[in-house]
Nanobody, 124 residues
Framework: QVQLVESGGGLVQAGDSLRLSCAASGRTFSSYGMGWFRQAPGKEREFVAAISWSGGRTYYADSVKARFTISRDNAKNTVYLQMNSLKPEDSAVYYC?????????????????WGQGTQVTVSS
């Protein structure tokens, strides 16, 4: 069992930066692929970024590539999402997720555990 708690969301202006954190419980964090997803009102949840269990491979949605960076610290059981040059269209609830056995970076169904989400609002 893995519990995930996101933090770091907030209200910022376009062009600003935010860093989201996702703290995980459990001793097996380092064996999970981790992902960030987001969901805006009236829209489906969508893939943002993912990182392999070792941190050696990262994946990004085209919409955030070159602006967002995902990283993890297995010693701290934490995954991060550094978001730069934020745009109003980045506004959403951001969710952290963990997957292992059938993990596939951008596939929602391959994640076993989800956090409660943190709100990010970017004003123009």
């Amino acid at each position: 069992q893995v519990q995930l708690v996101e933090s770091g969301g907030g209200l910022v202006q376009a062009g600003d930066s935010l860093r989201l954190s996702c703290a995980a419980s459990g001793r097996t964090f380092s064996s999970y692929g981790m992902g960030w997803f987001r969901q805006a009102p009236g829209k489906e949840r969508e893939f943002v970024a993912a990182i392999s269990w070792s941190g050696g491979r990262t994946y990004y949605a085209d919409s955030v590539k070159a602006r967002f960076t995902i990283s993890r610290d297995n010693a701290k059981n934490t995954v991060y999402l550094q978001m730069n040059s934020l745009k109003p269209e980045d506004s959403a609830v951001y969710y952290c997720a963990a997957g292992r056995t059938s993990w596939s970076a951008a596939s929602l169904s391959s994640y076993d555990y989800w956090g409660q989400g943190t709100q990010v609002t970017v004003s123009s």
